[in-house]
Antibody
Framework: EVQLVESGGGLVQPGGSLRLSCAAS????????MNWVRQAPGKGLEWVSY????????YYADSVKGRFTISRDNAKNSLYLQMNSLRAEDTAVYYC????????????WGQGTLVTVSS | EIVMTQSPATLSVSPGERATLSCRAS??????LAWYQQKPGQAPRLLIY???TRATGIPARFSGSGSGTEFTLTISSLQSEDFAVYYC??????????FGQGTRLEIK
């Protein structure tokens, strides 16, 4: 069974940093591209970042470019999102999501981790 | 950026009836269109990809159609568990992946 479990969310002050993790199991993690998607409270879905299976290709949404860094450790079956210079508008539930194909839709999602940016 | 517009924002339908949800893209996305279902407090679930292919384990009452800029998700006979928010997503224009704003399907 495919499982994605996020962790690392919490309350952080504006300008602060946080590192999210996503532990994957039930599939060959190193064969799949992965993504982070976020959802602000009561709002819709926003794609945040993409990383290819070998980490050779990385993309970011304009809203986080230069502040967030996606990475993965295939030996540990883990995906990460380093978030720096956090703003109030980054407050959201952050989901990790597996891409069905390299540039395909997202076929499995984690349960999400809440990041709250507030003083 | 491709803007995805879903309509209606809220749809009220009785159990057992058919529901039709629409999604329009601001420019062609070919058939690179997915539909997701999200229930309160849960992660989204992939229903349809490639505009019309059901994902693994999705019941046959869910069907998708369309190509280019106009897409439809149809739920043929609504069950109680189908009342949720539905999002369309275009994945034609990487890395500029975009979602629609969602359609809330509620019990009439």
């Amino acid at each position: 069974e495919v499982q994605l479990v996020e962790s690392g969310g919490g309350l952080v002050q504006p300008g602060g940093s946080l590192r999210l993790s996503c532990a994957a199991s039930g599939f060959t993690f190193s064969s799949y591209s992965m993504n982070w998607v976020r959802q602000a409270p009561g709002k819709g879905l926003e794609w945040v970042s993409y990383i290819s299976s070998s980490s050779s290709t990385i993309y970011y949404a304009d809203s986080v470019k230069g502040r967030f860094t996606i990475s993965r450790d295939n030996a540990k079956n883990s995906l990460y999102l380093q978030m720096n210079s956090l703003r109030a508008e980054d407050t959201a539930v952050y989901y990790c999501a597996r891409a069905r194909a390299d540039y395909g839709p997202f076929d499995y999602w984690g349960q999400g981790t809440l990041v709250t940016v507030s003083s | 950026e491709i803007v995805m517009t879903q309509s209606p924002a809220t749809l009220s339908v009785s159990p057992g009836e058919r529901a039709t949800l629409s999604c329009r893209a601001s420019q062609s996305v070919s058939s690179n269109l997915a539909w997701y279902q999200q229930k309160p407090g849960q992660a989204p679930r992939l229903l349809i990809y490639g505009a019309s292919t059901r994902a693994t384990g999705i019941p046959a009452r869910f069907s998708g159609s369309g190509s280019g800029t106009e897409f439809t998700l149809t739920i043929s006979s609504l069950q109680s568990e189908d009342f949720a928010v539905y999002y369309c997503q275009q994945y034609n224009n990487w890395p500029l992946i975009t979602f629609g704003q969602g359609t809330r399907l509620e019990i009439k």
